[in-house]
C-alpha cells in the first residue's frame, strides 16, 4: 500500500514536499507519480518518473515541481516550489506497471491560500 504525506496550507508563492511510502508487498513497478484532484474537476496528471528515471511533467508544473524517488527507502517525492492558488487539490501518488499493478495513495490535501 502507498502512504502519502507533507499536504498541507501554504501561501502563494511557498513551497512543500510530498512524500509518497510504499509499504507490503508492492514488486516489478515500472513508474511512479502524483496525481491531483481539484473541487469539480477530473483528476489529472502532475508528473511521473519511470524505473529508468525519466521524468515527465504537466505543462502547467513545469519548471516548478520536481519528482525524484529513493528506491532503497521505495519512496517518491514531489517537490513543489512557487505554489499558486491554482495548485490547490488532493494530491495523490500511484504506482504502477501497464497491464500488472497499479496503486492509488490515499491523497493529501494542498491548499495553497493567504
Known amino acids: 500500500q502507498l502512504q502519502a504525506s507533507g499536504g498541507g496550507l501554504v501561501q502563494p508563492g511557498g513551497s512543500l514536499r510530498l512524500s509518497c511510502a510504499a509499504s507490503?508487498?508492492?514488486?516489478?513497478?515500472?513508474?511512479r507519480g502524483w496525481y491531483r484532484q481539484a473541487p469539480g474537476k477530473q483528476r489529472e496528471l502532475v508528473a511521473t518518473?519511470?524505473?529508468?528515471?525519466?521524468?515527465n511533467y504537466a505543462d502547467s508544473v513545469k519548471g516548478r515541481f520536481t519528482i525524484s524517488r529513493d528506491i532503497a527507502k521505495n519512496t517518491v517525492y514531489l517537490q513543489m516550489n512557487s505554489l499558486k492558488p491554482e495548485d490547490t487539490a488532493v494530491y495523490y501518488c500511484?504506482?504502477?506497471?501497464?497491464?500488472?499493478?497499479?496503486?492509488w495513495g490515499q491523497g493529501t490535501l494542498v491548499t495553497v491560500s493567504s
Open positions: 507490503g508487498r508492492i514488486f516489478g513497478i515500472n513508474a
Open positions: 518518473i519511470t524505473s529508468g528515471a525519466n521524468t
Open positions: 500511484r504506482y504502477w506497471s501497464p497491464g500488472r499493478a497499479d496503486y
